[in-house]
């Protein structure tokens, strides 16, 4: 569903329409590229074929109107929904509104690999104010690294080589993302390099061996809290 967006790219409030806003992005530097999957969620209420709610969280998640609604329904985790594609670098996109809900995640697994916490190689974070973005593979979801972290105590040594690792593998910056209002997000991996345009401009970029993981299997949403939105999932060919 195409839709005005608000662009961070000027001082004053400014409504752009889908096609202004994908000017301004190629002005960012970003290259044009073949689309391989996109997805406006016109004319259906269920995921459909291809994409994969949680266990037990697929009420969590709904369309109307074309829009994909995503709301927490566990305490104990946010709602997850995935869309299965193999890939190794990644280009996607899509519009995202807060609309009630506190965070969301965007994330990025390998089904496969056994030495992260279910599968998770990489993702961006995002609530109204703040992005992050970590290499989850030798970092935050490494199962030898959560087992470092749930130690109550370590030698002072080995703490500070897990803070430093924790550093590398993560960045973070201030964003303004206005609850309400349709957002523009831009993710690429190229190699060891992760990079996130919001509206049009460039907000974080990290340099980490683990994002250059070579089977990645799928990615999606993690919503904590009620509701976050999307619309206009596409991903588009990295070569």
């Keep these: 569903m195409f839709r005005p967006i608000l662009s961070v790219a000027f001082v004053t409030t400014s409504l752009l329409t889908h096609s202004t806003l994908v000017a301004d992005e190629a002005s960012s530097g970003l290259p044009e590229t073949k689309v391989l999957f996109e997805d406006d969620f016109e004319g259906r209420s269920t995921l459909g074929e291809g994409y994969r709610a949680g266990r037990g969280m697929e009420a969590g998640?709904?369309?109307?109107?074309?829009?994909?609604?995503?709301?927490?329904?566990?305490?104990?985790?946010?709602?997850?929904?995935?869309?299965?594609?193999?890939?190794?670098?990644?280009?996607?996109?899509?519009?995202?509104?807060f609309n009630g809900g506190s965070r969301?995640?965007?994330?990025?697994?390998?089904?496969?690999?056994?030495?992260?916490?279910a599968g998770h190689v990489a993702r961006a974070s995002l609530s109204p104010k703040r992005i992050s973005i970590s290499d989850d593979k030798l970092g935050s979801m490494n199962l030898e690294v959560r087992e470092k972290r749930k130690a109550k105590s370590l030698p002072a040594e080995q703490q500070k080589e897990l803070e430093d690792l924790l550093a590398r593998t993560q960045a973070s910056a201030a964003i303004h993302a206005k609850p309400g209002t349709w957002h523009h997000l831009e993710l690429t991996i190229h190699g060891t390099v992760m990079t996130v345009h919001l509206d049009g401009k460039e907000v974080v970029s990290l340099d980490s061996p683990g994002f250059a993981h070579p089977t990645k299997t799928q990615s999606g949403m993690t919503v904590n809290g009620s509701s976050i939105d999307f619309d206009n999932l596409c991903v588009f060919a990295t070569e």
């Design 61 to 97: 998640w709904s369309i109307r109107d074309g829009v994909l609604f995503g709301k927490q329904i566990r305490d104990d985790h946010g709602s997850t929904m995935r869309k299965q594609m193999e890939f190794a670098d990644l280009h996607v996109s899509f519009d995202f509104r």
């Design 104 to 117: 969301f995640n965007f994330v990025i697994d390998d089904n496969n690999e056994k030495s992260v916490h």
